[in-house]
């Protein structure tokens, strides 16, 4: 997997045996559908969009939105990030990525 977006939620902690506190962020990582994959031909390297969240319809630009029509989203993804690719690694765009995969 090439990488996942997240948003940290907060922060918490937990005591491992000996009773110390150990200090840990709380992530919200995924689910990140894939908006394009882009081959090697077009830009030089393969790597796959990934988006995190969804945005208002009014907030996102009509190229926003359109873009996640073409990948079959219903709304906009508010973050969108692009992960490079290591030879054998294969995605369509639709498909969704979570923390189990």
């Not at 009509?62 to 692009?82: C, D, Q, Y």
Request: hydrophobic fraction near 40%.
């Amino acid at each position: 997997m090439p990488g996942l977006i997240g948003k940290k939620i907060g922060m918490t902690r937990i005591f491992d045996d000996q009773g110390v506190q150990i200090p840990v962020t709380v992530l919200e990582a995924g689910p990140c559908p894939v908006v394009q994959v882009t081959q090697q031909e077009g830009n030089g390297h393969r790597a796959v969009q990934l988006g995190f969240g969804a945005q208002k319809a009014k907030r996102a630009t009509r190229a926003e939105v359109g873009h996640a029509t073409k990948a079959g989203l219903e709304a906009a993804p508010r973050i969108l990030r692009e992960f490079r690719l290591i030879d054998g690694e294969q995605y369509e765009v639709g498909q969704s990525l979570t923390v189990e995969q």
